[in-house]
């Protein structure tokens, strides 16, 4: 059985085919986009590549894309119509997403390249939008 918040913009609209979730497919779903996640942030920390602002800030923007899927239909559903199965899931997740929160907050390599462009962010040529976005960062 494939699991439907996997099946990202395979919906109408490229949205997630609503009808076929399951709240049993809610764990295996996180797992699968926290390693993801994972690995597209372990990717841009240790790239062999220098920092340029596609391949680190643009990459960092997008690297969490199916978790951001699958937490926005899981936290929306969730809000909405609040189950004690759905809670018990929220209270799992609770700390498996402040910890992945917390190694790329704290990841000194992804700190490196972000702190390697902001010292030369005057000589990067970036749009005022992508200067504000590395301001963020």
């Known amino acids: 059985m494939t699991n439907a918040l996997l099946a990202a913009g395979e919906g ?3 949205l997630p085919p609503f009808g076929a ?3 049993a497919g809610f764990a295996p779903a996180f797992e699968a986009a926290l390693a993801e996640a994972r690995a597209n942030i372990a990717a841009i920390a240790y790239g062999a590549d220098a920092p340029t602002f596609a391949n680190t800030i643009e990459a960092m923007e997008l690297a969490e894309g199916l978790l951001d899927e699958v ?3 899981f936290y ?3 809000g909405a119509d609040s189950t004690e199965a759905r809670k018990a899931l929220q209270r799992d997740l609770a700390p498996k997403m402040s910890a992945f929160a917390s190694e790329v ?3 000194a390599a992804l700190f490196a390249r972000v702190e390697a462009l902001w010292a030369q962010r005057d000589g990067l040529g970036l749009t005022a939008e992508q200067g504000r976005v590395l301001e963020l960062y």
């Open 105 to 107: 907050t704290n990841n």
């Open 71 to 73: 937490g926005g239909v």
């Open 21 to 23: 979730i399951k709240d």
């Open 76 to 78: 929306n559903l969730a």
């Open 12 to 14: 109408e609209f490229g």
